[in-house]
């Protein structure tokens, strides 16, 4: 079910099969079917604390690699972790997760992790054989449909929108639509746990879904602030 | 509560209000927490059928900006809708929907006309009031976050942007993120109801996300193949 031994993460550059959640990382957080989840790497293994940077490779990478297809990732929690949600002995398989979210963050042992948010599916089926040939990740979990992309909108992103004429303040592009101009307001800190940011103007930017896309996964970033890296400067 | 009489819809440019689903509409479709729901205009009250094509103005084009701004819409049904969700007599409010669809199509009279499919949100509170100064649809019903826009992802789409190497089919071009290529599926006849297109590598496009917007508003689109018209010609 879960191949490394020692790596929380199984996978690669094709995307992540599993996690193991058992209390390895001192900035996981589990809110039972949400996850803040720690990559792997940089850490002492028998004190728990970051002792270097992580990077975007391996495990890393893969989980990354599954938030932009959309591909959901088995979670087993291990005893170790938290004690509300983890079994008191051994392995447990929790079902499939969506990996909503990823960003790099100082932890808090100072060093450089990356962190991803993973959220239950509602169906925790067993997922179905990739159907597709000349697919090359046959063991990737799949389900048939799964949400990949959230685009969440306020008044106060609609305001913004407006503000620019729903113009990318990165291209300047307008996308004409029949029903007018569209854009896409990002939260610079992300709303909600664990970033909390602000739903005010000075948070939002105006993009196009392009720039938004490359906002969200870090290919571009507001100078001295990491889209949800809280602060780190570059 | 909703204002114009006769129509429907009541919204224009800068988005809808509330819609009534009260019967009036031979091609609309009631499934509780779902609709499908026919526009105004070219249809005989007398009658209930359309004898002539509707236009993407006034209360259609308002439901189509509130899908863009992912603004939700009050639904109110009345007397003469679908007997299983509708009330006996008078009208009666039955919370806030979010548009998660519109297109065109040829109704069952033959004549064009637009279509919206409606999800109720989960939280049916009363709309808070609109905070933001500035902003002239203070009408329009606000809730903190809504879902703006979703894109799927199925085995069958990973391999379609596999085989094109994640390059838009329209300007080629290919994101790219720290986690590898970018690009979104399209499924030209859109999964799931009404559309029910099948999941095959014919029937999905590898688009970048801003031509993904364009060929979901409508602003292209495969000829001869409206993106859910069933294949209308142009």
């Known amino acids: 079910m879960h191949r490394p031994n ?5 996978g690669g550059k094709d995307g992540a099969e599993s996690i193991v959640v058992s ?29 270097a940077d992580q990077q975007l490779t391996r495990g890393n990478l893969g989980l990354a690699r599954s938030q932009i297809d959309g591909n959901p990732v088995r979670v087993i929690r291990g005893a170790g972790g938290d004690q509300k949600y983890s079994p008191r002995l051994g392995l447990r398989y929790d079902g499939l997760f969506r990996v909503v979210d990823h960003w790099s963050d ?13 959220v239950a599916l509602e169906s925790t089926d067993p997922p179905p054989a990739a159907p597709l040939h000349g697919t090359t990740d046959q063991q990737t979990p799949r389900t048939e449909a799964t949400i990949q992309r959230l685009v969440r909108s306020t008044a106060v992103a609609n305001g913004v929108k407006r503000l620019h004429g729903h113009r990318c303040q990165v291209c300047g592009i307008q996308l004409a639509t029949p029903a007018g101009p569209y854009a896409e307001a990002a939260h610079i800190r992300a709303l909600g746990k664990p970033h909390n940011g602000p ?3 000075s948070n939002v930017l105006c993009l196009c879904p392009n720039h938004h896309v490359l906002f969200d996964t870090g290919a571009i970033y507001v100078d001295g602030w990491h889209r949800d890296g809280g602060g780190r400067r570059r």
Not at 23 to 51: C, F, H, M, S, W
Not at 106 to 118: A, C, E, N, S, V
């Open 6 to 10: 020692q790596a929380g993460i199984c």
């Open 23 to 51: 209390g390895g990382y001192v900035d996981d957080e589990d809110y039972g079917t949400e996850l803040v989840y720690t990559g792997q790497g940089g850490n002492d293994p028998a004190t728990k604390r970051q002792i």
């Open 106 to 118: 100082t932890g808090k042992d100072g060093y450089k992790i990356w962190r991803y948010r993973l």
């Open 199 to 201: 739903d005010v103007p």
